[in-house]
């Protein structure tokens, strides 16, 4: 498979970096698509509130920078605003 080197020197096969994206995608969709406080989607990720945002905002930093991520974001959000 793919690796990836991270700064501890790990390796991130690319599996495990697709599925670290995957709760970050989730995280931003119910921010943006539901009226739930940080808190409250905190609550189903086990994590605090400051976390949920640090995580909204580097989804949305990663497809910006990512074409390969902004296309899965761009299709995701015109899926869920058509239902």
């Known amino acids: ?45 086990k994590m605090d509130y400051s976390a949920v945002s640090q995580a909204a905002k580097r989804f949305e930093q990663k497809s910006k920078a990512s074409h390969k991520i902004g296309e899965i974001k761009q299709k995701m959000m015109a899926v869920l605003r058509e239902n």
């Open 1 to 45: 498979g793919i690796y990836y080197q991270t700064s501890g020197h790990e390796r991130l096969s690319s599996t495990i970096l697709s599925q670290h994206y995957s709760w970050w995608r989730g995280v931003y969709l119910i921010k943006y698509f539901t009226s739930l406080s940080l808190a409250e989607i905190g609550q189903l990720f």
